[in-house]
């Protein structure tokens, strides 16, 4: 597994390049042993670290401390964790190895140097992904990429809380651009009455389970819609509908790009709701059957999860709003405007 041909700091890179070291703290020590005081500074993010210090400073470094034996083995034990093939999912789960599981959530807290979550609903959404990758279970999860993120809070010198919102460095953060076999980026689009919405795919390895994230920040969008992915849960409910459009109808078309059949559709709460429709879409053109066949065949795989029951932890949109956005979708499905809202 330590191939000769892998320099410590190309090792270190592969590390650094799957989260699974986020949550193995002997190999975040590693990363800190190196130069303590640079990883502060690079606020714990390996990749931003690595891109500080030079392949010389590091075998320099990891020679004083006696850190190669240590690098080997982290980099030996990712790799026979990620190749395992005799895992608890390996054993109980055969069914999904065909029909993944498919987690929708609108934030993932996986950690503090990728700011796309804001709390205990994103932790959640972590967690169930590392869960995943250490039991062997197959799942892939969807969600968007906030170029800003959440916001990063201080108090002012009178006691007032203040909000800082800063862009993503991409060359810092452990992303991958997702292809087709032409090799151009893979694009999906959404079409509504207010104009077609299109966002790009990136890819994030969180052990064994890939994380695919929307961006919409892209040529071709609207200035307005190249904000979409800016902040979480910000702006108002036309920014949210939209949100919701493009992680829901949007992540659905990833996994017909992908060509995935879910064997679970998991909803972490509503912002992905509108994936149940994109599902029902694909079924009926596939199948050839009407919408309220295609609606109980979906049922029987779909799980929802909420985290917030309670009703100001909910959006609630207009039926006018609900028609602009989504209802060309609607007339696809072949559904009067009473019987989409029903």
């Given amino acids: 597994m330590t191939t000769p041909n892998f ?89 999904l190895h065909k029909r993944m599981v498919v987690y929708f959530s609108a934030e993932f807290g996986l950690h503090e140097s990728l700011p796309i979550y804001s709390g205990g609903l994103g932790i959640l959404s972590g967690d169930h992904l590392k869960s995943a990758s250490d039991m062997g279970i197959p799942l892939m999860g969807i969600g968007l990429l906030y170029q800003q993120g959440y916001f990063c809070q201080r108090l002012n010198k009178d006691g007032w809380q203040e909000e800082d919102y800063v862009n ?27 104009g077609a919405l299109k966002a790009q795919v990136w890819k994030i390895q969180v052990g064994r389970v890939p994380l695919y994230l929307l961006d919409s920040n892209i040529e071709g969008n609207s200035a307005e819609d190249r904000q979409l992915t800016s902040r979480l ?85 207009s039926p006018d709003l609900i028609e602009e956005h989504l209802g060309i979708f609607r007339e696809r499905l072949g559904l009067s405007h009473d019987d989409f809202m029903a």
Avoid at 82 to 94: E, F
Avoid at 246 to 273: K, T, W
Avoid at 298 to 315: E, I
């Fill in 7 to 95: 320099s410590l700091h190309d090792r270190l890179h592969a590390l650094a390049f799957n989260l699974w070291w986020s949550w193995h703290p002997e190999v975040i020590d590693l990363f800190r042993d190196l130069d303590p005081v640079l990883w502060r500074q690079n606020d714990h993010n390996p990749i931003a670290f690595l891109n500080c210090i030079a392949p010389e400073q590091i075998e320099e470094r990891a020679s004083e401390l006696v850190l190669h034996s240590r690098i080997n083995y982290a980099f030996r034990r990712m790799n026979e964790y990620v190749q395992a093939s005799k895992t608890w999912g390996a054993l109980h789960c055969g069914n």
């Fill in 168 to 194: 993503l460095d991409i060359k810092n953060l452990p992303l991958q651009k997702v292809t087709l076999s032409s090799g151009q980026p893979l694009i999906v689009q959404m079409d509504s009455r207010g």
């Fill in 233 to 317: 849960y910000g702006g108002d409910n036309k920014l949210r509908i939209r949100q919701e459009l493009l992680l829901g109808i949007g992540g659905a078309r990833i996994l017909q790009a992908l060509n995935v059949s879910p064997g679970v559709l998991h909803l972490n709460e509503g912002h992905s709701a509108f994936a149940i429709l994109e599902e029902i879409r694909r079924i009926m053109d596939y199948d050839g059957i009407p919408f309220h066949r295609a609606q109980r065949r979906v049922s029987q795989y779909t799980v929802f999860t909420t985290h917030t029951p309670v009703a100001a932890g909910h959006d609630r949109f």
